[in-house]
């Protein structure tokens, strides 16, 4: 099926089409990341286990692949995968004018130092979203997440580099207790519901169908939700078909460690509520990087803030007139200028 209006509001409320089957127009088809079947998952219970799953899994890359390099921000998760890697090699952290990426860098360099990788910084422009935005929407056959075309240009720059296959850590935040503001409150149904969506399509669109579809699913009772449950699928999806589609657009296979793995105990909420959000991932990181204090956790920048400040906001009749755009993030307001330029392109 294709519905424009329901992909609008689907891509404007998630960031992505939800939705199996159902498409923008005649011919279009996205493809949303399956997630790791249960089966093939591994349970870990201590950091010592993460190590050592880890370790396996990249040892046995290394069977396969000569050139792995690595997308290596100033964080936990890819910085515990750097220490796998062998002497030499490829490192890509982004950098901004903006200086959005200034934290990352800096603690970047030092894990490159300590374990010999060849550090490269690939810069982010408002030139590069409006050349390499049209690229990785084409393949999705919808708009796309802002971290999708720096992605796509860093892959582009690995394959140059002789990089044959690339480490990611995007998974440890779902999987270990990262998402500490969305899973530690003991929420309603409503207030998770206005929580979680990225961008009211009421707000913004002109024709906005409704996704509540999409969070009955996890309602239970009278007012409650298994958030739970929803972050293990609706978040995963949204966050993983990003890296998917980027670095499938790229040419360059990826992998993510962490999606493979699985808690064998449950997460300790009092530890998450308590500043701890990832405790295992952070006593992986003091075992790989004593010397060193354990950064906040953050989401991989993107320079929109600044690149979006006076941005006016849509003009093609699919969107209100009356946008408050002066209300709106930097990643919300990327969401309106991909969207319409999704729509410019194919509409």
Request: glycine share 6%.
């Amino acid at each position: 099926m294709y519905n424009k209006n329901f992909c609008l509001s689907s891509y404007i409320a998630f960031r992505y089409i939800w939705k199996d089957g159902m498409d923008f127009y005649k011919g279009f088809k996205h493809n949303n990341y399956k997630p790791v079947p249960k089966e093939q998952q591994i349970g870990v219970k201590t950091s010592e286990d993460i190590d050592r799953e880890i370790r396996r899994q990249v040892n046995e890359l290394y069977t396969k692949y000569d050139n792995i390099g690595i997308l290596l921000s100033g964080g936990m998760d890819s910085a515990n995968l750097a220490s796998y890697l062998k002497p030499g090699s490829h490192a890509y952290t982004f950098i901004s004018d903006t200086g959005v990426f200034n934290d990352d860098i800096e603690r970047a360099k030092k894990y490159c130092e300590k374990f010999g990788l060849q550090h490269h910084l690939i810069s982010i422009t408002f030139d590069d979203y409006k050349y390499y935005t049209p690229i990785v929407i084409a393949a999705k056959s919808a708009p796309v997440h802002s971290i999708e075309p720096q992605i796509y240009k860093a892959a582009i720059a690995a394959k140059k580099d002789g990089v044959e296959m690339i480490l990611v850590g995007e998974s440890a935040d779902l999987i270990f207790g990262g998402m500490d503001k969305l899973i530690t409150p003991e929420w309603t149904f409503d207030a998770f519901v206005k929580r979680y969506t990225f961008l009211d399509p009421e707000l913004v669109l002109q024709n906005p169908v409704s996704q509540m579809e999409l969070y009955e699913k996890y309602r239970i009772g009278k007012d409650g939700i298994d958030f739970m449950r929803f972050m293990d699928d609706v978040f995963a999806i949204e966050s993983s078909s990003s890296y998917l589609n980027a670095f499938s657009v790229a040419g360059l296979p990826y992998y993510d460690p962490y999606a493979r793995l699985v808690m064998s105990e449950p997460l300790d909420m009092n530890r998450v509520r308590n500043g701890e959000p990832k405790y295992l991932v952070r006593g992986l990181y003091a075992m790989k990087y004593p010397e060193l204090p354990i950064p906040e956790k953050i989401p991989m920048p993107r320079p929109v803030d600044s690149i979006f400040k006076d941005w006016e906001g849509p003009k093609r009749s699919e969107f209100r007139s009356d946008i408050p755009m002066q209300q709106l993030t930097g990643n919300q307001k990327w969401q309106l200028w991909c969207a319409e330029l999704f729509l410019q392109l194919y509409d």
